[in-house]
């Protein structure tokens, strides 16, 4: 009875052996979990992208699809708690568009796209509003539309951008050829010198460092 299990066994393995070679080679292979997508913009999104390059000119740089925790953060002083909870809350918001400086990359204003409101005339409520209101970011609601205005468009982002309180950072200075990391003052820099002649005399005159 033994043997008869065992055979059945082996015949069992080589069936599955051979459904498995006859799936390979009728070409069923194990699918794919990842895929690549080079278009990660939609139409819509790289239309609009163009058009804000335009407008803002070479002085701005646009970033798209930023997520709200990369400029925002829990302010120093609040509980582990706290802290994780509005973490948690950042993780689920993005930014469609963030406005920079192109020298500084200095966040000057970011940019929502919401649906067009259908059964009201005021915009829906949104997370990110209070959110940006709370640390002075200019945030633009912009309703999304199959075609834009260059000309409502630029006269929005001018609107967006003079309601930008950001201050700019002061600029790094290049080192002069006085700033190598020695004292800047001569009198210092004299005194130095005294002192290390003085301890070379010293050790030249002690028998002990001979």
């Known amino acids: 009875m033994a043997h008869l299990y ?4 082996l015949g069992a393995l080589v069936v599955l052996a051979l459904v498995f070679d006859l799936a390979q080679a009728l070409g069923w292979r194990r699918r794919e979990p990842y ?9 819509r999104e ?3 992208l163009a058009m804000l390059e335009h407008v803002l000119g070479d002085g ?6 930023v997520r709200a925790s990369e400029v925002l953060a829990p302010a120093p002083g609040l509980s582990r708690r706290e802290q994780a909870r509005i973490l948690a809350r950042l993780e689920r918001q993005r930014f469609d568009y963030l406005i920079c400086k ?3 990359l200095v966040v000057r204003a970011a940019i929502k796209r919401i649906s067009p409101p259908r059964w009201r005339k005021t915009l829906p ?3 990110l509003e209070p959110l940006c209101k709370r640390v002075r970011l200019p945030l633009l609601r912009l309703i999304e539309r199959p075609h834009y205005v260059l000309a409502e468009l630029a006269a929005e982002l001018e609107q967006l951008l003079q309601a930008d309180r950001w201050v700019e950072p002061t600029p790094v200075q290049p080192l002069s050829k006085d700033q190598d990391g020695l004292p800047a003052d001569r009198d210092e820099l004299a005194a130095l010198a005294d002192l290390a002649q003085a301890i070379k005399a010293q050790r030249a005159t002690d028998p002990a460092e001979g």
Not at 6 to 9: R, V
Not at 35 to 43: Q, R, Y
């Open 102 to 104: 192109r020298d500084t």
């Open 125 to 127: 409520p949104d997370e």
């Open 60 to 65: 701005y740089r646009v970033f798209v699809r």
């Open 35 to 43: 895929v690549f997508d080079p278009h990660w913009l939609t139409p």
């Open 6 to 9: 065992a055979l059945l066994g």
């Open 46 to 48: 790289r239309i609009l």
